[in-house]
């Protein structure tokens, strides 16, 4: 198992930029897949960004991708989510996740940390 606390979330005017940071524990960290996933008030949670197990492959929601970067570090056990040219639209709660399967569906991810505000004013 592994337990998931985000942080580094926060106020940030469009355009700016935010790094948040998931920091992770338990005995199996590095084989599983990490994730971002984000939810709005009302709205569902989607789907981010996800990282492979050895940081070889990354995945991007089309909404986000050219802005946002994955990144894990298996040996500090954090996994970190690079936000640039941030738009209103991005304003969520942001959750890191870790599991396996497909990469982009909520249903493969076991594990979930408690969130993290990150709010995009104009």
């Known amino acids: 198992q592994v337990q998931l606390v985000e942080s580094g979330g926060g106020l940030v005017q469009s355009g700016g930029s935010l790094r948040l940071s998931c920091a992770a524990s338990?005995?199996?960290?590095?084989?599983?897949?990490m994730a971002w996933f984000r939810q709005a008030p009302g709205k569902e949670r989607e789907f981010v960004a996800a990282i492979s197990w050895n940081g070889g492959s990354a995945y991007y929601a089309d909404s986000v991708k050219g802005r946002f970067t994955i990144s894990r570090d298996n040996a500090k056990n954090t996994e970190y989510l690079q936000m640039n040219s941030l738009k209103p639209e991005d304003t969520a709660v942001y959750y890191c996740?870790?599991?396996?399967?497909?990469?982009?569906?909520?249903?493969?991810?076991?594990?979930w940390g408690q969130g993290t505000q990150v709010t995009v004013s104009s």
């Open positions: 996740a870790a599991g396996s399967g497909r990469y982009s569906y909520v249903g493969s991810y076991d594990y």
């Open positions: 338990g005995r199996t960290f590095s084989s599983y897949t």
